[in-house]
């Protein structure tokens, strides 16, 4: 029985969003671990087949709630969830899954792994965490051949590629990504943005492997609060160097990456290093090792069984 065993079945409940994508990748991740999981759009499936769910393990999306089983023999990760729909679950079979930020430091947590930026609360039972790549270990090993064997297009483009969400105000990023194009500019290096926020995982990837540099640029709330970006960890695991202006990710990979809070030096200072297959590679075994959907999903299932 899960967390002893792997899951009776796993859920994952709904599909709409940007957190899609970091559904994709535990769904990933479970088919690696050979594990019995659907992935559900509540909008069009027949959910009824759900409410005999013993031993069910659902991770779930404060956004996409509706029909959702509430089952006091089965288990949830809640992500920003109203928890008042959950009362009825025993505190052992739920647990809080919350995103990393240096907001962690004023809580009662303990460090899991030290360095990768995981933390336990245990009196509020939330775990903290930073995203991860959406491939799986496999996956990456496979890019690593291909770096090895010069067969990724990444050396052979002339440009560098954000994709990913583009906005203005508090909670923007607009003003950091300027000074990155004013960087490229400097060095006669076209930039290209893709906004577009529905872009399909395989689709991503080749867009991202068809660009010279892919940086993973914040905004100053994210830089302010130490939000690590999943794109951080994904355009390194398809075969890129990291680059990015994020402290907090420069130090949650192991200092394996380019990094400056100036965002227009972060393109020169990448170009410098992309020959360096051995500097790529190492970030990319780091990422393989820390930061994939089967280790968070391991980390989970290990405090599961401690849940009080």
């Known amino acids: 029985m899960w967390p002893n065993t792997k899951p009776k079945k796993c859920i994952i409940w709904g599909a709409n969003g940007t957190h899609q994508y970091i559904h994709y990748g535990y769904y990933q991740a479970m088919k690696f671990l050979k594990w019995d999981v659907e992935w559900i759009n509540y909008l069009v499936d027949d959910t009824s ?90 996956e990456i090993d496979e890019n690593i051949q291909k770096v090895k064997d010069n067969k990724l297009p990444i050396q052979n483009t002339n440009r560098a590629f954000f994709l990913g969400t583009v906005w203005d105000g508090y909670f923007g990023n607009i003003n950091e990504l300027n000074k990155f194009r004013e960087g490229c500019n400097n060095i006669n290096l076209p930039f290209e943005i893709n906004n577009n926020t529905n872009v399909p995982a395989k689709d991503s990837i080749e867009l991202i492997q068809n660009s010279i540099i892919a940086p993973t640029i914040c905004g100053t709330w994210q830089k302010n609060k130490g939000y690590i970006p999943c794109r951080i960890f994904k355009t390194i695991s398809y075969g890129h160097i990291g680059c990015t202006n994020s402290k907090e990710s420069y130090e949650c990979l192991n200092k394996l990456i380019i990094y400056d809070e100036d965002e227009s030096k972060v393109a020169e200072m990448a170009l410098q290093k992309i020959n360096d297959k051995d500097y790529r590679i190492t970030a990319m075994e780091y990422v393989r090792n820390n930061h994939t959907y089967v280790n968070r999903i391991e980390t989970i299932q290990n405090i599961f069984k401690y849940i009080k």
């Open 49 to 138: 087949k759900y409410n005999n769910c013993d031993e069910y393990l659902f991770i779930l999306e404060g956004n996409n709630l509706q029909n959702i089983p509430i089952n006091p023999n089965a288990f949830y990760i809640l992500h920003n969830c109203d928890m008042t729909q959950f009362t009825s679950i025993p505190e052992k079979n739920k647990l809080i899954q919350q995103v990393f930020t240096k907001d962690v430091y004023t809580r009662n947590v303990k460090e899991i792994h030290n360095g990768v930026f995981q933390y336990w609360q245990e009196d509020a039972n939330t775990f903290y965490m930073p995203w991860a790549t959406d491939l799986t270990p496999d």
